[in-house]
């Protein structure tokens, strides 16, 4: 067990646990940010996607040891009411259908456009290939990040 | 023209004031009035039969209560729009709110089947119906004027002659104090203003801004992490446990052997998994372990053996076969395929002395309950189970496995706790779409005339046939065969079930069949349908002209008669669920291998309640019939899944998709649901446009296995 200070949205915490102990259960058992979603466990599915310093990564793969120094932001911390233009263009197109892997695709949409602000659909495509659709929204997802990128 | 509808309102409805000023009506959300006797007879005349309500606050503003299990297929949006079409509300005045869910108070509250919304649509429309017919009789009472001289619009009721208007909110509480009347006029479809529109998903900024809507985020006080070994195979149980390491793992609190199942109790996920896995448990098996191997061996002896009762037989096909001049035969295989719900399973359970309470995604509370009840020695009434937002569901959660394991731990620690499936656990542990083949057969005269068909399937613990299923009734001698051969791999509903495997096979086989007898596929399948119209042969299931509706719709809008370069077409046309689906598929080559490229969708639900929903669902569904068919299969080695992630187990993924088109019937009907039907018929449709484009026929899935081959000359 070791002590950790994390940047998670901008608010430092203090944590105790093993240090093998992937960000994702940090932030869900020990913050209580239940937005990043358990999805597989090995970075396949993209359900647990968070930034860190910006980049898009899987936070169920990530040892809390090794993120420990960097800027951190999940789903709850994009923005503070759903304004982001990912959460807006998601809902103006209405994209969820169950929902779970919506966070995770939020996420990495978000850090995409973030670095290519005006992506071709290839693009597109491309960076939203880690990221698990079961109820198939992917081309309302696609239209999505394209309305945001406008 | 309006439907003027009676019922038994004290079983049904039940005004009241509200504290404070305004109005609450409660109802049953299944309280159908189609059969007025039958109904009367199976809902007791108790208050408790209300299951749901609307509220007109003094300021017009309506809260209508959802009290449905909402897995993603969007009944929590398109129930309430029912409500507040017939209330005559705009849908900005509207709340939806999840229902409270005390243990008495539901009444049949099951997703599956894609029933919730053909089920409850006559009860929605009279609880809106009724509050609006007491808000007008309440204006018109302080207008001094007759209720018939009023209208409504907007949440207003409007009295004409004087130019006189009043918010609904303005009169709620008077319209509380009246009796609930004993009739109802329901508006023309045709004069709906709110249904058939795109009505957002009412949790969709829950959803974007992360909030915890989930069983997996139900966090309690005192509340531990549970997470359990099982058995590695089907076919094993436990032997014994050595939980020596575990023990002395930090965060381990319980390691409790409930012989099915050993379960590791801690404070935290991870460390909570990390006992589990350092847990040495034996296991062991009287019989020998399954393969899919030996599985398949079984299945084509099976297929080769005639059924002593079939399914269902019309005519004397057994001697139109003998003495046909051609018989056309073709076989088809699909493997397991697992729910893969993108949530885990899970569930939170707090079993006490004499109560429990429980929480968590699960798409059979009542029945589930009713189990729990048994199980724990417990009365029904001290058990109660709150539902939350499901990730995903498609035939999974109907199972109530995880909600008895929980329990089960809770009892044995004497603590709430929150039961987690690992992916591995939940992909691993059963309950799959079956192992299923089946084999068509053609009679084919001497001058290519299709005499008589034949259908017999195989399937492990599930059944490979839907033995009423077009062609039957279209066809004066038909028989259908379905054998099931028992496994210890255990099987379930899956998304579409039976449906998921037969669209594929028998569209694929259809539109072979109509190559064969030189017939376009389409003008194949109408002719067959006027047939079933004109002169039907035993049960008739489906509607010929809705059926021949969709197919003429989809095949309009792709421009089937119209052949474009470079594309390879297939068509599929499918019904089930109450629902007709057309698809046609378009392939392109793309450095020499086959891309889906484009599926155009005809499709009759009925009315269309919630037109974003329900195109949703079409191209949701499409999308995940491609995905299994393409890159989906389990099986099964030395009795354990050789698939235990999705590094293993592919799922398709946005490059992956095509795009998807969807048209839809006009239709004044009674909707019917849409959770399923679209998926069976993607299956076909690709495999009848990937075998245009690689020139030979596909009758394995998944596709991409096929596909590897390859492609033949020319």
């Keep these: ?150 | 023209m309006q439907t003027k509808i009676t019922f038994d309102r004290r079983s049904f409805l039940k005004a009241s004031a509200l504290a404070g000023g305004g109005f609450m009506l409660g109802f049953n959300f299944f309280a159908g009035c189609t059969s007025p006797e039958k109904e009367v007879q199976s809902i007791p005349k108790e208050w408790f039969d209300v299951n749901a309500y609307l509220k007109i606050a003094d300021n017009g503003l309506v809260t209508i209560m959802s009290p449905n299990p909402e897995i993603g297929q969007g009944v929590k949006t398109s129930m309430p729009m029912v409500v507040a079409e017939e209330l005559d509300v705009p849908w900005k005045m509207v709340v939806v709110e999840q229902a409270p869910l005390a243990p008495n108070s539901f009444k049949r509250q099951v997703a599956g089947g894609s029933q919730s919304l053909r089920q409850s649509w006559e009860a929605l429309r009279m609880a809106g119906g009724t509050a609006r017919k007491m808000l007008v009789e309440a204006a018109a009472q302080k207008w001094q004027v007759p209720a018939a001289e009023c209208t409504t619009d907007a949440g207003q009721v409007k009295h004409e002659a004087s130019g006189k208007s009043i918010g609904y909110g303005e009169v709620a509480s008077a319209a509380a104090l009246l009796e609930v009347p004993e009739t109802v006029e329901l508006k023309d479809p045709k004069d709906f203003k709110l249904l058939g529109k795109a009505i957002h998903n009412v949790d969709n900024k829950k959803i974007v801004t992360g909030q915890p809507l989930f069983g997996i985020d139900v966090k309690k006080e005192g509340m531990l992490i549970a997470m359990a070994a099982f058995p590695p195979a089907f076919g094993m149980k436990l032997k014994s446990v050595d939980d020596t390491a575990t023990k002395a793992m930090p965060g381990i609190l319980h390691v409790v052997n409930l012989d099915d199942f050993v379960a590791v109790v801690g404070k935290t996920t991870w460390e909570v998994k990390k006992g589990r896995d350092a847990l040495k448990v034996e296991w062991e098996a009287d019989d020998p372990l399954e393969s899919t191997a030996d599985q398949d061996e079984l299945l084509t002896a099976a297929l080769g053996r005639k059924t002593d009762e079939p399914a269902r037989r019309d005519g004397n096909p057994e001697q139109v076969f003998s003495s046909a001049a051609k018989v056309f035969e073709r076989t088809y295989k699909a493997p397991y395929w697992a729910h893969n719900t993108m949530e885990p399973m899970n569930f939170f359970a707090d079993v006490r002395e004499t109560e429990a309470i429980l929480e968590g995604p699960i798409q059979t509370p009542e029945g589930t309950r009713r189990r729990l009840a048994k199980e724990l020695g417990m009365e029904e009434e001290n058990i109660s189970i709150m539902l939350t937002r499901m990730g995903g569901g498609f035939g999974r959660r109907l199972y109530g496995d995880f909600v008895f394991e929980a329990a089960f731990i809770s009892r044995a620690i004497k603590a709430p706790v929150k039961l987690i499936y690992t992916r591995e656990d939940d992909m691993t542990k059963g309950l799959y779409r079956p192992y299923l083949t089946s084999t068509y057969r053609a009679a084919i005269g001497e001058n290519g005339e299709l005499l008589a068909f034949h259908v017999r399937g195989a399937g492990m613990n599930g059944r490979a046939v839907r033995q009423d299923n077009f062609p039957a009734g279209a066809m004066t001698h038909y028989l259908a065969e379905s054998h099931v051969e028992p496994s210890k791999v255990t099987t379930a509903a899956w998304r579409a079930p039976g449906h998921n495997y037969v669209g594929f096979a028998e569209q694929a086989y259809l539109e072979e069949l109509a190559h064969e007898l030189g017939k376009d596929p389409v003008a194949f399948r109408i002719e067959l349908l006027e047939q079933a119209k004109n002169a039907p042969i035993g049960e008739l299931i489906y509607e010929p002209d809705r059926f021949i509706g969709v197919i003429k719709l989809a095949a309009e809008k792709a421009g089937w008669d119209t052949p474009k370069p470079g594309v390879f077409k297939g068509f599929a046309a499918y019904y089930s669920h109450n629902s007709y689906v057309a698809e046609v598929a378009e392939v392109v080559m793309k450095n020499d291998k086959p891309v889906i490229q484009k599926i155009y969708c005809g499709v009759d639900c009925g009315i269309v309640v919630n037109k974003s929903g329900a195109e949703t669902q079409v191209v949701g569904g499409v999308i995940d019939g491609i995905g299994h068919s393409m890159y989906s299969a389990l099986t099964i080695k030395d009795g354990a899944s050789e698939q235990q992630n999705f590094h293993n187990y592919q799922l398709i993924r946005m490059m992956q998709v095509p795009d998807v088109e969807v048209h839809f019937v006009e239709s004044t009907i009674s909707p019917t649901g849409l959770g399923e039907p679209a998926l069976p018929p993607a299956g076909g449709a690709i495999a009848n446009a990937l075998s245009a484009a690689i020139g030979r026929r596909l009758y394995v899935q998944p596709f991409a296995e096929a596909l590897k081959a390859p492609l033949a000359e020319g």
């Design chain 1, 1 to 150: 067990m070791a002590n950790y200070t994390l940047d998670v949205n901008g608010k430092k915490s203090q944590v105790e646990v093993s240090e093998d102990t992937p960000l994702l259960w940090v932030l869900r058992d020990h913050l209580e940010l239940f937005g990043t979603k358990y999805g597989c466990g090995i970075g396949q599915c993209g359900a647990c996607t968070v930034h860190l310093d910006g980049n898009a990564i899987r936070s169920c793969s990530f040892p809390v040891s090794a993120v420990a120094d960097k800027k951190i932001t999940t789903i709850e911390g994009l923005s503070a009411d759903g304004t982001h233009p990912v959460q807006k263009a998601w809902m103006e197109v209405d994209v969820p259908q169950c929902g779970y892997c919506q966070a995770g695709q939020i996420m990495t949409a978000s850090a995409f456009l973030a670095q290519n602000p005006n992506p071709t659909d290839a693009e597109i495509e491309q960076a939203m290939h880690g990221n698990i659709c079961r109820c198939g929204t992917y081309l309302r997802i696609k239209k999505a990040v394209k309305a945001a990128s406008q």
